[in-house]
């Protein structure tokens, strides 16, 4: 749903949308990008406006998205890294993107969780997901 800048439904400034299912733009045009990062970003940023109109505060406070940098993995044991001051590709790559998603889990138990998870999709080679992509119509 496209919201305005204070993360707010349009007519409705008492409900918040964040995450996947906010449409929220930034003051180019370009459109926050559907990650976790911001996410997280706009829970942070709605806490603290509920906290400032608790305190009297009701002034919109518009959301500023920070962007930390793309991971991305291509592949078992490649990815590709751009923080803009370091920019990596391959194995390496691959490892830090691994390291820096457990370390953005929250909790120790999450973190135990997933890397014991990908550690055996690792070791035996098996998917953790298995999608349905095909319709009715594709069975034979
Ligand atoms: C395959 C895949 C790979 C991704 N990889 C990355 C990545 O590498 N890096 C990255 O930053 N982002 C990645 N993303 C995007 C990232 O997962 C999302 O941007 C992020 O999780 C959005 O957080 P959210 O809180 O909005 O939604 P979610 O994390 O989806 O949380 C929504 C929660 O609400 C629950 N829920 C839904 N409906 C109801 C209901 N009616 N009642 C109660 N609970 C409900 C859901 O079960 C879920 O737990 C990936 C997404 C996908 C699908």
Known sequence: MLVKRDLTVPGSPEIFVVGDAAHVLRPDGRMVPGVAPAAKQQGRHVAATIKARLAGDMNPRPFR???????????????????GW??????????????????????????????????????????SARLITQGDDDRS
């Open 65 to 83: 998205y920070k962007h930390d940098g793309d991971l991305a993995t291509i592949g078992k044991r490649a990815a590709a890294i751009d923080f």
């Open 86 to 127: 370091i920019k990596l590709t391959g194995r390496l790559a691959w490892w830090l993107w691994g390291l820096a998603h457990i370390y953005f889990l929250i909790g120790f138990r999450n973190r135990l969780a997933v890397s014991l998870s990908w550690l055996w999709i690792y070791l035996t080679g098996q998917r």
